[in-house]
């Protein structure tokens, strides 16, 4: 069964710092390097949104609100995403989603997600 699983939610002080993890089982390995990969927030009140993203290709995208404080990576061959999140602000809390977009030969697959983390940022 292929499924994505974060971890590393947690509460965490205004100014402090979490890194998110997230693990691809079931999806072998030449799926996952030729996926896109992205890490969405969806926050109290508001519509998902896209945080970060990373194309296979190398390139990476943030948006505005996070960028210069949080960081997307990838480990291959552990099939594993990480978020790493900085200076913290209250208004990161939300529920942390990670996605694996199958791209080129292997975009007929479909898409997934995970079942998302908490992350919440105290005063």
């Known amino acids: 069964q292929r499924r994505l699983v974060e971890s590393g939610g947690g509460v965490v002080q205004a100014g402090g710092s979490l890194r998110l993890s997230c693990s691809a089982s079931?999806?072998?390995?030449?799926?996952?390097?030729?996926?896109?990969v992205g890490w969405y927030r969806h926050a109290p009140g508001k519509e998902r949104e896209m945080v970060a993203y990373?194309?296979?290709?190398?390139?990476?995208n943030y948006a505005d609100s996070v960028k210069g404080r949080f960081a997307i990576s990838s480990d291959n061959g552990k099939r594993r995403v990480y978020l790493q999140m900085d200076t913290l602000k209250e208004t990161d809390t939300g529920i942390y989603y990670c996605?694996?977009?199958?791209?080129?030969?292997?975009?007929?697959?479909?898409?997934?997600w995970g079942q998302g983390t908490q992350v919440t940022v105290s005063p």
């Open positions: 990373f194309t296979s290709g190398g390139t990476t």
């Open positions: 996605r694996v977009i199958p791209t080129g030969g292997y975009a007929g697959v479909g898409e997934y």
């Open positions: 079931g999806i072998i390995l030449s799926v996952f390097s030729s996926s896109d």
